[in-house]
C-alpha cells in the first residue's frame, strides 16, 4: 500500500472538486406551452396555434405531425425581452395559422423542439352548416347570434359579431350594441380568421360581448350598423399619391336584431341572493392549526369564492363578524377580481377574517351557504363549508411564576445591614430655576395649541363643507350634461371631478382611475369629442352617467367596508 504524503491528497483533493465543477450539467427542460386564438372552430375556418417558451429550447420545432389533421397556411415567430426589478425575463412565440382537415374532437400532439416538447391539447372542429343561407354575392355583411336567446334573469348571453368581408375597407365604423336594463361588458381583443362560404374564401373579423339581462321579459338587442369605405379594385391608379388616389365607396350594412325572451329566477330558488353562473366553488384556507389555536394570537381565516358568467357585483358576502366576548374576528377589505376571455366572465371574491380567542375552550364557527342556480344543468345548487370548530388552548410562551426563594440564617447571626448610598441634596443653585424655565415653557406651549386648536377645526369644517357643495355640484352639472347628451360640459364637469377627487387634468387621466365600465365610457366620450368618427358624433349620456352612478356606489361601498374595521389591539 503506498502512502501518499498530505499534502498531495488535499491537492487531488482539490483537482476533483474542480473536475466535477466542469463537467458540463444535463440542462433543464425548457417549458413549451401549446394554446389556440379559439375554440371551438368550424372546419372551413382558419385559426391560431401559439407555442409558447419562457426560455430557448432546445432546437428549433418540428411541425410535420400536424399536417396529419391540419393544414398549414403560415407560420411566423417572435420573441420579447424583459429586465425588472433586477429579473430578466423572456418569452418567445411560434404562431401558425392553420385550418383542420377533419371535424371532431383534434387532437394537437406534442412537438418536440430537440429534445424539449409541447404538451398535446385538443381542439373541437365543428362542421357548421348555419350559414347555408347566406347569400354570398356580398363583399362584405354583419352577422350576430346571442347564446342563449333564453337566458335567465342576471344570467350570461354570449353575444357574437362576425364581419365578414371579401374586399379592402376603410374607415370603418361600426356602434355597440344597446339593450335597454342591460350590463354589457366587451369580451377581449378582436379576432381575425380566414373562412369559406360556398367556395368564396371570407376574411372574417369577430368580436364578443357579455350581456346580463337585469329584466325579464322580451328584450330585443338593436341591430348593428357598420359604414365603410370599400375601396375599388377596378380602375385603379397607376401611382398611388396625394393627387391620385385610390377610389372608394361608401357602404353601409345592418345586422339582424336579437331578441332574447328573459325567464325570471325560479320560484323554488329561496337563497337571500340570486346567483346564476355557469360554475361556481366556494373554498377556506387556514394561517394555522385550528385545533392547536393559542389565546391571544391571531388565527386568519380565507374565504374564497369563484364563478363563471357572472360579474364580481353579483358575488355575495361571505364572513359574518363574530364579536363574541370570548372570540373576536377582525375582516380585511375583500379582494374583488374579474376576469374576461372568450368564454365570457369570471369573477373572484376572497376574503379575510383574523380571529384572536382570548379565553380557552372551543368554538364552533357557523357553516357557510352559497345558494345559486347552475346555468348548464339549469338546477338549484349550494355551495357549502361545514361548520368548523376551533380549539383554543393556553399560550405556551407564558412563564409561570417562581416563587423567591430566601437563603437560612443562623439564629446567632443577624444579617449586616445594606450600606445606604448618600443621595446628593439640591442646594440654592441653578437648577431650581432651570426647571422653573422649562416648566414655564411647556405650560405656555399647552395653552398656545389649545387655543388655536378650535380655530383650526372650525377651518377645516368650513373647507370640508366647501368641498362637499362644489362635490355636489360636479355631479348635478354631470347629471345634466348626460341628460341633454351635452358632450362637451360632460366633458368639463368630469375634469372637475378628477382634478378634486383624484387631482388629474385629462380625461385619459381619469379614465384611468376608474372602474372598467366608467374608464370605456369615458374613452368613448374623448372618441366623440376629437375623433375623427362622424358616427361617434351622436353621442349619448345615459350610458355615461350609469356607470358614473356605479362607480361611485361601489367606492362608497368600499369606504364603508374600510371604516367598519377595527384595529387587532381594539379587543
Not at 398656545?448 to 369644517?461: E, G
Request: glycine fraction near 4%; proline fraction near 7%.
Amino acid at each position: 500500500m503506498i502512502k501518499l504524503p498530505q499534502s498531495t491528497l488535499f491537492l487531488l483533493l482539490i483537482l476533483l472538486n474542480l473536475s466535477l465543477f466542469l463537467m458540463p450539467q444535463p440542462a433543464a427542460a425548457t417549458q413549451i406551452i401549446a394554446s389556440v386564438g379559439r375554440n371551438p372552430v368550424n372546419l372551413d375556418e382558419s385559426f391560431q396555434i401559439i407555442f409558447t417558451a419562457t426560455d430557448t429550447p432546445d432546437d428549433d420545432p418540428d411541425f410535420s405531425p400536424l399536417e396529419q389533421d391540419f393544414s398549414i397556411l403560415n407560420q411566423s415567430q417572435s420573441s420579447n425581452s424583459s429586465w425588472i426589478n433586477g429579473q430578466s425575463s423572456k418569452t418567445i412565440q411560434w404562431t401558425l395559422n392553420v385550418m383542420a382537415k377533419n371535424s371532431g374532437s383534434l387532437v394537437i400532439p406534442a412537438i418536440q423542439f430537440g429534445t424539449d416538447a409541447s404538451e398535446p391539447i385538443t381542439v373541437m372542429v365543428t362542421q357548421d352548416t348555419s350559414n347555408k343561407d347566406i347569400k354570398v354575392d356580398e363583399d362584405l355583411f354583419l352577422e350576430v347570434d346571442a347564446t342563449p336567446e333564453n337566458p335567465y334573469l342576471q344570467s350570461q348571453v354570449i353575444y357574437t359579431l362576425r364581419l365578414y368581408t371579401r374586399v379592402d375597407i376603410a374607415q370603418a365604423r361600426l356602434n355597440e350594441p344597446e339593450l335597454a336594463d342591460a350590463v354589457i361588458e366587451k369580451l377581449g381583443d378582436d379576432s381575425n380568421y380566414n373562412t369559406q362560404l360556398k367556395g368564396v374564401t371570407y376574411s372574417v373579423t369577430e368580436r364578443k360581448y357579455a350581456i346580463f339581462p337585469q329584466k325579464s321579459g322580451a328584450l330585443t338587442i338593436k341591430p348593428l350598423v357598420l359604414t365603410a369605405e370599400v375601396l375599388s379594385t377596378s380602375n385603379r391608379p397607376l401611382f398611388n399619391g396625394f393627387f391620385n388616389p385610390q377610389m372608394s365607396k361608401t357602404k353601409r350594412v345592418e345586422s339582424k336584431a336579437v331578441t332574447l325572451q328573459v325567464k325570471p329566477a325560479p320560484a323554488n330558488f329561496t337563497g337571500q341572493h340570486w346567483l346564476p353562473a355557469d360554475q361556481l366553488t366556494l373554498t377556506q384556507q387556514w394561517s394555522g392549526d385550528v385545533q392547536a389555536m393559542k389565546v391571544g394570537e391571531p388565527l386568519t381565516r380565507t374565504l374564497t369564492l369563484q364563478a363563471k358568467g357572472t360579474t364580481v357585483g353579483q358575488l355575495p358576502e361571505l364572513g359574518t363578524a363574530n364579536n363574541s366576548g370570548q372570540l373576536k374576528s377582525y375582516p380585511d377589505q375583500p379582494v374583488l377580481k374579474e376576469q374576461k376571455n372568450a368564454a365570457g366572465l369570471s369573477a373572484y371574491r376572497e376574503e379575510k377574517i383574523a380571529l384572536i380567542p382570548s379565553k380557552v375552550g372551543d368554538y364552533t364557527l357557523p357553516a357557510i351557504e352559497v345558494p345559486w342556480f347552475n346555468t348548464q344543468s339549469q338546477k338549484i345548487e349550494i355551495a357549502k363549508i361545514p361548520q368548523t370548530v376551533i380549539r383554543v388552548i393556553a399560550a405556551s410562551d407564558t412563564p409561570a411564576p417562581t416563587p423567591e426563594i430566601k437563603p437560612a440564617q443562623p439564629n446567632n447571626i443577624q444579617p449586616a445591614p445594606l450600606a445606604q448610598t448618600p443621595v446628593p441634596q439640591l442646594t440654592n443653585g441653578y437648577w431650581p430655576w432651570v426647571s422653573l424655565f422649562l416648566a414655564s415653557g411647556w405650560l405656555g406651549t399647552f395653552i398656545y395649541f389649545v387655543a388655536k386648536r378650535p380655530a383650526q377645526i372650525v377651518a377645516m369644517k368650513d373647507a370640508n363643507e366647501a368641498d362637499e357643495v362644489q362635490y355636489k355640484d360636479i355631479i348635478k352639472r354631470l347629471k345634466n350634461a348626460c341628460a341633454e347628451n351635452n358632450a362637451t360640459t360632460a366633458k368639463n364637469a368630469l375634469l372637475e371631478w378628477g382634478r378634486q377627487q383624484f387631482n388629474v387634468t385629462s380625461l385619459g387621466a381619469v379614465a384611468m382611475v376608474c372602474d372598467a365600465r366608467l374608464r370605456d365610457e369615458i374613452l368613448f366620450l374623448n372618441q366623440a369629442l376629437y375623433g375623427y368618427d362622424k358616427e361617434t358624433k351622436t353621442w349619448t349620456g345615459k350610458r355615461l352617467f350609469q356607470a358614473f352612478t356605479e362607480n361611485k356606489a361601489r367606492a362608497k361601498l368600499a369606504i364603508a367596508e374600510d371604516s367598519s374595521l377595527k384595529p387587532l389591539y381594539r379587543l
